[in-house]
């Protein structure tokens, strides 16, 4: 089987990908003219979907395409193919998502920031830190990731509650409303952990009204996606003690433009998109799983419903 890789760490995947399947043929370039020549006859890609939607642009009609990220939105531009199968990174970022959640958890609770501010003062800062034991937490989106994240929450006694698509029955949540139910939830915990990912339902979900509805010491956590988010009504909640901080990670535009309001934002804390990097060993091993089960003519991991839109 013939497989394009279209990665930035392209080098890298096609070793990983030599050392434990010998029988593949990869190809792979760093050059976009060499790449795209050798896409006109493989049916296989594996890649970052901004790379692999520069290829379908030009043309090209593989059958089924791997992407190494999580989310697919490049993929998913006007005018571009939907006639082949595409899967998504699944089951490798649970982990690495749960440490960076807890990293700012754990840090909002020992107010990490705070004290830095009074060493900077030379300061003695002797002010008792809190727990998350009792902390109640709305993950939105309970999904691969979500599911995984509220699994590493668990031992430190937190209540979780989800949001997802449709009302379900979802442990270790308590309960998993619907989207629908978003303002209501959000008034009730102390963390609110956006994992939603861009489709039409979740752009500018949170809004002025809804931050309104936040409890004044809950902590905003972004790790979904940018348009989720209302930029300005954000700054604006912050600014108001709506909610006692955020930490964004991601945003509507990357790198965030210069002269953006959240560079200076009162309690915002910008981490550059750098909350779960993809694995290559990790995604490598999800890779071959998927294509054994394209031979056997399986279902695929993380296959896309394109109308859905994930």
């Known amino acids: 089987m013939r497989v394009l890789i ?68 490049p993929l ?15 089951g490798i970022f649970g982990q690495v998502m749960a440490e960076f959640v807890l990293t700012y958890m754990l840090g909002h609770e020992r107010e990490v920031l705070a004290r830095l501010v009074s060493q900077v003062e030379r300061k003695w800062d002797s002010r008792t830190g809190q727990s998350l034991a009792g902390r109640k937490v709305l993950i939105v989106g309970t999904g691969d990731i979500g599911q995984s994240v509220a699994e590493f929450l668990v031992p430190f006694g937190v209540k979780l509650y989800g949001i997802a698509s449709t009302e379900r029955e ?59 988010v209302v930029d300005a009504d954000l700054v604006e909640a912050l600014k108001e003690g709506h909610l006692a901080g955020a930490v964004i990670d991601v945003c509507r535009q990357e790198p965030l433009p210069q002269r953006h309001p959240f560079w200076t934002a009162w309690g915002l804390l910008l981490t550059g998109h750098s909350s779960a990097p993809t694995s290559p060993p990790m995604m490598v091993e999800l890779f071959l799983e998927n294509i054994r089960a394209y031979k056997a003519k399986q279902a695929l991991r993380g296959e896309v419903d394109f109308e859905r839109g994930y």
Do not use: M
Not at 13 to 41: F, H, I
């Open 6 to 73: 279209a990665e930035q760490d392209h080098p890298l995947y096609a070793q990983l990908l030599n050392d434990v399947a010998p029988d593949l043929e990869v190809l792979t370039s760093g050059d976009s003219a060499e790449l795209s020549r050798l896409a006109a006859d493989c049916p296989v890609w594996l890649g970052q979907p901004d790379l692999l939607a520069t290829l379908l642009r030009q043309g090209h009609q593989p059958q089924w395409l791997q992407s190494t990220w999580a989310g697919i939105t």
């Open 76 to 90: 998913l531009a006007e005018g571009l193919p939907r006639d082949y199968r595409l899967t998504r990174a699944v």
């Open 170 to 228: 979802q442990a270790p949540f308590i309960e998993v409303a619907g989207l629908d139910q978003i303002g209501r939830l959000v008034g009730e915990v102390d963390y609110v952990i956006n994992l939603l990912p861009n489709t039409p339902n979740t752009h500018d979900l949170y809004d002025a009204a809804l931050f309104k509805q936040f409890k004044p010491t809950g902590l905003f956590i972004n790790v979904g996606r940018g348009v989720a």
